[in-house]
């Protein structure tokens, strides 16, 4: 699996953005997907998920409320629906595929993107 995310950018404290992670390949479906995001000097940190099927999402406290994930199995494609945008959510984010239904750990993932740079300003 081919992983690539797009859709970071600058944005005011407040606002929104959306990214996409388009995966290649036949067996998107059968993959938990994730996000996660990393700053200069800390680790990567995982932020929201979604299973194989669209049925169930976990996140973590700081982003409930705030963030949305989805996914498109169809077009091979996950979001994450950024709102209400905080200074500290700037990071590269990362979309990354498991083999598990869902996956809520940094090692249960497999396949990971490129990153794309969020930039919130206050």
């Known amino acids: 699996v081919q992983l690539q995310a797009s859709g970071g950018g600058l944005v005011q404290a407040g606002g929104s953005l959306r990214l996409s992670c388009a995966a290649s390949g036949r067996t998107f479906s059968s993959y938990g997907m994730g996000w996660f995001r990393q700053t200069p000097g800390k680790e990567r940190e995982f932020v929201l998920c979604?299973?194989?099927?669209?049925?169930?999402?976990y996140y973590i406290d700081s982003v409930k409320g705030r963030f949305t994930i989805s996914r498109d199995n169809a077009k091979n494609t996950v979001y994450l629906q950024m709102n209400s945008l905080k200074p500290e959510d700037t990071a590269v984010y990362y979309c990354?595929?498991?083999?598990?239904?869902?996956?809520?750990?940094?090692?249960?993932?497999?396949?990971w993107g490129k990153g794309t740079l969020v930039t919130v300003s206050s």
């Open positions: 979604i299973s194989s099927s669209g049925g169930a999402t």
């Open positions: 990354a595929a498991s083999p598990l239904i869902i996956a809520t750990t940094r090692d249960e993932y497999q396949y």
